[in-house]
């Protein structure tokens, strides 16, 4: 598969035909193996050596036993050689025999890599509750193995559910004058919130970072990206977001003094925030993308609290489906997420129309302002003149198919 150079940005180029496996020393492979009726669902990400790895999961109580498994397994080195990941079945609120399947499915990957127990992590994604299927689960484990390929673009279909579309970004960078990768996969469109939602990414890198620092940088970047989406409001059982850097690049470690850290920095957030925008657009039913942007806090958290409060205020959604320019919804959410604001000193605008300013309502044109709101990209800009901080959310609209999709999930 040819690649070819995108958009150009003054740290990183993003890369067109993007793909998980284009890091040096990274395989990938999804197939079928029985867990859904037809469409592929077991994928695995492998590396040649022990990459060095970082994840985060869902702030959820019950968190799903794959969770709990890649904990086990990271708390050993931070080092990683794979990932095994299902869908159609998340191995949620299964007692002791769903931990036992996880960590079967962990044994069996280890054992066909010839590597140690800890050195895999697993993760699922689908209905709660129900026992996994195992043996598909383990004969399929030792069908994919020797699929493991570069380029491989089956993985990114084994990890979906409702999703209507897989969710690749890559983007290239020079570190110390040599060329590194950050490439990333994702699947996520319902059960969506900050803090994590039912999502899973998987980001790939070939530089040369150390587990600490890869870790620091996915707790500071996943707060600025994957926890700034939301679809409904529900934060899942399974989310995860996990990272391998195999270190094949061969440019000294990065860390915060290397003097290319900000162009890796760069770069990274990119894909990550990519990742998280394709999973707010793809949300289930929807048909925009909602991007809250507030200005002029006194804090980023100040303004991380009413942007998600705005992106995920149904009443909101619901008026964006509608293109109707309801602002009041808009600055209820907004005084919810952030009760000391002052309301006297807010500007509010979709898209280019200025619908609030000091806090009053002004004169604008419907017309116009509902096509703002028609757009698949719709802008709610609220500036609170109360300092220089920002933050941005990501969201979908809430549409009719939303029920429809989630009244018969399981049938």
């Known amino acids: 598969m040819g690649k070819e150079s995108g958009v150009l940005s003054p740290a990183f180029t993003v890369q067109k035909g993007a793909c998980i496996t284009s890091p040096k020393g990274f395989k990938a492979a999804g197939m079928h193996v029985g867990i859904k009726r037809k469409r592929p669902d077991l994928g695995a990400i492998v590396c040649e050596r022990e990459a060095t790895a970082a994840a985060v999961y869902t702030v959820n109580a019950f968190q799903a036993a794959p969770i709990q498994v890649t904990q086990d397994s990271l708390g050993v080195s931070g080092k990683l050689r794979g990932v095994v990941v299902n869908s159609g079945n998340a191995n949620a609120c299964t007692g002791r025999q769903g931990m036992m399947d996880a960590y079967a499915m962990r044994a069996k990957l280890a054992e066909e890599l010839a590597c140690p127990q800890s050195m895999v992590a697993v993760a699922s994604t689908g ?224 898209g280019h129309v200025q619908v609030i300013g000091g806090g009053m309502p002004l004169l604008f044109d419907e017309e116009q302002a509902r096509e703002e709101l028609n757009q698949e990209k719709v802008i709610i800009r609220v500036n609170l003149h109360r300092g220089q901080a920002t933050a941005t959310a990501w969201g979908c609209d809430l549409t009719y198919e939303y029920v429809r999709i989630n009244a018969s999930y399981r049938t």
């Open 127 to 350: 209905v709660i509750g129900v026992l996994m299927p195992m043996n598909k689960v383990i004969q399929g484990i030792e069908a994919l193995v020797p699929k493991l390929k570069a380029p491989d673009t089956s993985f990114a279909e084994a990890i979906l559910t409702t999703d209507t579309c897989t969710k690749q970004v890559e983007v290239s960078v020079e570190i110390e004058g040599k060329p590194v990768t950050i490439a990333g996969v994702a699947k996520g469109s319902g059960m969506i919130k900050p803090n994590m939602a039912t999502m899973l990414a998987f980001i790939t890198t070939d530089a040369v970072i150390e587990p600490e620092i890869l870790q620091s940088l996915l707790w500071k970047t996943t707060d600025q990206t994957f926890n700034m989406i939301t679809v409904d409001g529900d934060t899942s059982t399974n989310d995860m977001v996990l990272v391998m850097a195999s270190g094949e690049a061969g440019h000294a470690p990065l860390d915060m003094h290397h003097a290319d850290w900000s162009k890796f920095q760069q770069a990274f957030q990119y894909v990550c925030q990519e990742l998280a925008k394709m999973i707010a657009r793809d949300g289930e039913g929807a048909t925009r993308l909602i991007e809250v942007v507030v200005e002029g806090a006194i804090h980023e958290q100040e303004a991380q609290n009413i942007a998600k409060a705005v992106v995920g205020s149904s009443l909101v959604k619901t008026a964006v489906f509608g293109a109707d320019p309801n602002w009041g919804r808009i600055v209820c959410a907004a005084g919810y997420g952030e009760p000391s604001l002052r309301p006297e000193s807010i500007d509010v605008y979709l």
